[in-house]
């Protein structure tokens, strides 16, 4: 599903210096694994995930999505790759405010070509399937913190991508809270979704089946 | 208070950007409504009777029926009326409109004058600035007593001498003694112009002597000597209506004494003083007055675009300031101190904006002023301008207020809601958009609607600016159906020089003939009226096969005919066709014995003869000629019709009648020359002046001028260039306000929402679809805010339609064009910050550390 080759990723430091927030990544990660990403704070692990979710492009280095060269692609043709394939996960939800559960729910289908039948479907499944028909007209302030990360990741899988990149998703949330997600992102990945999550607690590493290990932009261990 | 001040300086000193364009958008607003408040101040509002205005009134006296047939007074009607209308007037002059010649051989300058009686001036309640006013004995008619008061502005023209009262000045060709100087200001009742001079009543019969425009009367004692008008100072305590009710008796009195050959009985009528016309009826400022608050409305649109603008800013800021704000209240600051403090920071603001849009104020006006200077000066007239558009203390004091009024539209608002924050959330300061406010209520945010505002009131200047330029357009596209390119019109005013009336006409037809053989000239003619001037003459007209009425109580018949007389060639002078018949001979023009003849053009023929042919037909005065001449005229042309203004269609019927059929000191000679071009026109000038004075170096050439510069210089041109001139600034200002508040607002959401974009972005939004997400908001508000302004402007051109030229005031170019120029100007203001969203980094948006 995804190869990563001498990936680097620096930001300039004055001048002819540079800061390397990613070193020299080689990586794979199948279809259908469940990856957790670790390290301490300031390793780059936000940074890989972003450039796997395309968010960033000032990259070097190979990186193939299901045999893809994204290297070698416009920033046009990239974001209809990512479109296609990746959903996305962030720490602070990151919800609209003044949208409703349902209508944020509906901003991924929106940039993606759906008609507005199919929308209104995937949406009204979604919000069957997380629980949460009766929460569709109520603002995020309205939610707690593991319902508005609950309305997140079915954002982040409503456009039926292939491969789920979850940013510290219970780093905000109660114990109970992100077990709850720990135990949806499992169900998902046994349905066959690639899952790479970064995340702090061993006990929701444990969730997937390989810890990548990051320190200062290297990539120093790999635990299968 | 002293320390809020300066605080609130140290604040604008700390954002010098910020500080400049709200000065700049205040100095905009208040400029324009300090300027327009000046000239309406000027020209409107200032009493023009110094001493207790609302006691004085114009007297009028009309014939009872209904046509209201107008005439100014008698001396004899003027004492009856001082001597026995005590019960209404505790004081009663009598003043008279005059042009006199000033000077002596070449140097003569025609200027306005008045005659008055001596009572005129304690009637008015001024006294003079030094030495004296006329007295009774002078102002006797025929006393010929030949003493002068000056006018303040006249007195500094002259140079301004200590020894000026007691020096000669000479007055149509004699000298006068001048015995005092009037106080500056001064300007009888006309609230624009003020006369040179006041003469003495009892100069007259001389000053008159050899013309007068219809009659041979001049002696003031002759009892059909219709010539004063009379203004009053009703006695204290009576109202208008009380005057009025006494009246009555008062016309009886009057009517008794009529001499032989009564004209019917007449009623007596008062009315405050026009402001801007000296006439014989009862004037309506009305129009003005609507002109003046619609000026004064519009800037206060202006003022309120540019406060609702100021205002988003300052919300902008609050939201920047919140942290600060939040803190000071944790600290324990009153909420009341803290929108003080920015009260007076929206105060200093506002009187520094105040202060700049002043000086623009100033420089406006004076603009202003030097062009009507000059429009009126070509009219070969001179005056003194009274239009004091210097700031006063009451200007002053106004502009202060409009300041007050800014502060308060802009910054009470933002103050409240600055300081309305919740403590925690700011003192975390979390940006982004305050929670579950819903797109709807984004929609409508106040500052979203204070835009919206601001586009539908800039369109709605927008639109009337383009009525106004519309009538602009058409007034100088207008077809007059004369041609004034290739003409030269020269003035001579026989009644500034000493010369008997045979010898004045001697004069007139010999510059004719010496003009018509000059090398280079088509043709050459003289009338007594040239179209577009700035004074008519207008007679009633019938035709002969109606019956003139013997029931005084019926209307006036007759159709309203502009009067000139003329000599042949006339129309092939002013480049108009004859399009049946024959023109005058000059046998008709110079002698007249002859059979009555008259042309008219093709509007008044179908008018009064509506199916037979006009020429060969019998027309005749519905005002008899009171020199008992027969009243029956053979029409013997029928010439192409043409304008004789821009403003008035009404006004286009003329009756021409050979030059012998009046007595006139005052001529125009209009000369066409074979080139159209008006480098040849104005280099012919010269030689002209050379040839008119070699017919007899006395000759009062009062001006040369090219017909088509006449025409430019016409007052009803000027009045609607003036208009478009005004709002199209108006407009302009409005246009440039609301784009700078659209950006404004628009590059301040799309950084609030920079999280909300970065997101969307992370979500799958590419730059196209955050641009248009941005766009989208920006074309629908003003969509919303166009339709609005539509409304808006739909209404003003309703309020607009009485004082607009030619144009519907539902145009519908006029329209389009300022909504197409207002959505364009808006969109583009958007163009930007939206493609600013379009490179937000969703890296750096979604970062929250
Ligand atoms: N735009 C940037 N410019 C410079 N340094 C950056 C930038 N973005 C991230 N960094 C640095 O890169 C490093 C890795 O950041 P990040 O990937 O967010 O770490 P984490 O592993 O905690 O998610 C940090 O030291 C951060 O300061
Ligand atoms: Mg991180």
Redesign the interface.
């Known amino acids: 599903m995804i190869k990563l080759r001498r990936l680097e990723r620096r930001y300039p430091l004055g001048k002819e210096k540079f800061f390397y927030v990613l070193r020299d990544i080689n990586l794979d990660i199948e279809e259908g694994e469940f990856v957790s990403v670790m390290g301490p704070s300031g390793a780059g692990k936000s940074t890989l995930l972003h450039i796997l979710g395309m968010h960033d492009s000032g990259w070097a280095g190979e990186y193939f999505l299901a045999e893809t060269a994204v290297h070698h692609l416009k920033p046009k043709e990239r974001a209809t790759l990512r479109n296609e394939q990746i959903g996305f996960v962030f720490q602070q939800y990151h919800l609209l405010d003044d949208l409703t559960v349902y209508e944020n729910l509906d901003i991924p289908l929106s940039y993606r070509r759906y008609s507005k039948g199919e929308r209104a479907a995937l949406v009204a499944d979604m919000l069957d399937r997380f629980q949460i028909v009766g929460k569709k007209d109520l603002y995020p302030s309205q939610l707690s913190g593991g319902q508005q990360q609950l309305v997140g990741v079915a954002r982040a899988i409503i456009a039926e991508p292939k491969l789920l990149l979850a940013d510290e998703p219970t780093g905000n949330l109660h114990s109970s809270q992100g077990e709850e997600i720990m135990e949806l992102f499992r169900k998902l990945n046994d349905e066959g979704m690639t899952i790479v999550q970064v995340t702090h607690s061993e006990k929701n590493a444990s969730y997937g089946k390989r810890i990548i290990q990051l320190r200062d932009g290297w990539l120093v261990r790999e635990n299968r | 208070m002293m320390n809020d001040l300066k605080f609130a300086f140290r604040q604008l000193r700390k954002s010098p950007g910020f500080a400049a364009i709200a000065m700049i958008t205040l100095a905009l607003g208040i400029g324009v409504n300090s300027a327009v408040f000046a000239l309406i101040n000027g020209a409107v509002l200032r009493p023009m009777v110094p001493l207790r205005a609302n006691e004085v009134v114009r007297v009028f006296t009309a014939r009872q029926n209904a046509s209201h047939d107008y005439r100014q007074f008698s001396h004899a009607e003027y004492r009856e009326l001082s001597q026995n209308g005590s019960e209404i007037f505790a004081d009663l002059a009598a003043d008279e409109f005059a042009i006199v010649g000033i000077g002596r051989d070449h140097d003569i300058r025609r200027s306005f004058a008045f005659l008055t009686s001596e009572n005129f001036f304690s009637l008015m309640g001024v006294r003079p600035l030094v030495g004296r006013f006329y007295n009774a004995e002078e102002c006797r008619p025929n006393a010929n007593l030949q003493v002068v008061v000056a006018s303040y502005g006249f007195w500094k023209r002259m140079g301004d001498g200590n020894d000026f009262v007691g020096s000669n000045v000479q007055i149509n060709g004699r000298p006068y003694t001048v015995i005092g100087i009037a106080p500056e200001g001064f300007s009888g009742v006309s609230a624009l112009v003020a006369p040179d001079v006041w003469l003495p009543l009892g100069v007259h019969a001389q000053l008159n002597s050899a013309f007068t425009g219809s009659g041979t009367l001049h002696d003031l004692d002759e009892p059909k000597n219709y010539t004063l008008n009379l203004i009053a100072r009703m006695r204290s305590g009576l109202s208008v209506e009380m005057a009025k009710s006494r009246l009555p008796t008062l016309a009886h009195q009057v009517n008794s004494i009529q001499p032989s050959g009564f004209e019917g009985a007449r009623d007596l009528q008062i009315q405050r003083p026009s402001r801007f016309s000296i006439a014989n009826s009862p004037q309506d400022d009305g129009p003005i007055t609507l002109v003046a608050t619609l000026l004064m409305g519009m800037a206060a649109v202006v003022l309120f675009v540019a406060s609702l603008n100021l205002a988003n800013m300052l919300l902008a800021r609050g939201t920047t300031r919140a942290k600060e704000i939040a803190l000071r209240l944790a600290l324990g600051a009153s909420r009341w101190r803290i929108v003080r403090q920015l009260l007076f920071e929206g105060l200093l603001l506002a009187i520094l904006g105040g202060a700049l849009g002043l000086i623009i104020s100033l420089w406006c006006n004076d603009l202003l002023l030097h062009s009507l200077g000059r429009l009126l000066a070509s009219g070969s007239v001179n005056f003194s301008l009274i239009v004091n558009l210097h700031p006063n203390a009451f200007v002053l004091c106004i502009t202060f207020l409009f300041c007050l009024i800014a502060t308060v539209l802009f910054s009470l608002g933002p103050a409240l809601t600055a300081t309305k924050t919740d403590l925690v959330n700011d003192l975390k300061q979390q940006p982004?958009?305050?929670?579950?406010?819903?797109?709807f209520?984004?929609f409508f945010a106040p500052r979203h609607i204070s835009v919206m505002a601001q586009i539908a009131l800039s369109l709605m200047l927008l639109f009337s600016a383009g009525l106004f330029f519309r009538g602009a357009l058409k007034a100088s596209a207008l077809n007059p159906g004369f041609v004034a390119a290739g003409g030269l019109v020269t003035e001579l005013d026989f009644s500034l020089v000493k010369k008997e009336q045979p010898e004045a006409r001697r004069l007139m037809f010999a510059a004719v003939q010496r003009a018509r053989e000059l090398p280079g000239v088509q043709s050459a003619a003289l009338a007594t009226m040239v179209p577009y001037g700035n004074f008519t003459y207008a007679r009633r007209i019938m035709s002969m096969r109606e019956a003139l009425p013997t029931d005084p109580k019926v209307p006036d018949p007759g159709v309203s005919a502009l009067f000139t007389a003329t000599t042949p060639g006339y129309f092939d002078a002013i480049g108009v066709k004859l399009l049946r018949g024959r023109d005058f001979a000059q046998a008709e023009a110079e002698n007249k014995d002859t059979t009555s003849v008259a042309i008219i053009d093709d509007e008044m023929a179908r008018k009064l003869f509506p199916n037979t042919e006009a020429v060969g037909q019998h027309i005749r005065y519905t005002q008899p000629p009171k020199d008992g001449s027969p009243n029956d005229l053979i029409v013997v042309g029928v010439v192409s019709s043409h304008r004789h203004d821009v403003q008035n269609d009404t006004l286009n019927q003329p009756l021409f009648v050979p030059l012998a059929q009046v007595d006139t000191a005052d001529v125009f000679l209009h000369v066409r020359l074979a080139t159209k071009d008006r480098n040849a026109v104005v280099a012919f000038v010269p030689t002209l002046r050379r040839i008119l004075r070699s017919i007899d170096p006395d000759l009062p050439v009062i001006s040369i001028d090219p017909f088509a510069d006449l025409l430019e210089k016409s007052v009803g041109l000027w009045v609607i260039r003036v208009g478009a001139l005004l709002f199209g600034v108006f407009g302009a200002i409005a246009l440039l306000l609301a784009v700078v508040g659209v950006y404004g607002v628009k590059a301040y959401a799309v950084a609030r929402r920079s999280?909300?974009i970065g997101?969307?972005?992370?979500?799958?939004?590419?730059r196209g679809?955050v641009f248009r997400l941005i766009m989208r908001q920006g074309a629908l508000q003003t969509a919303l805010a166009v339709a609005i302004g539509v409304f808006l402007s739909l209404s003003a051109g309703r309020v607009l339609a009485q004082i607009l030229y030619e144009v519907s005031p539902t145009d519908p170019f006029a329209l389009i064009s300022a909504s197409l120029l207002l959505a364009t100007a808006a969109l583009l203001a958007c163009f930007f910050p939206a493609r600013r969203a379009t490179r937000v980094d969703?890296?750096v948006a979604?970062r929250?550390e």
């Open positions: 982004g958009e305050p929670a579950g406010v819903g797109r209520s984004r999280r909300e997101i969307r972005m992370a979500l799958g939004a590419r679809d969703p890296i979604l929250t």
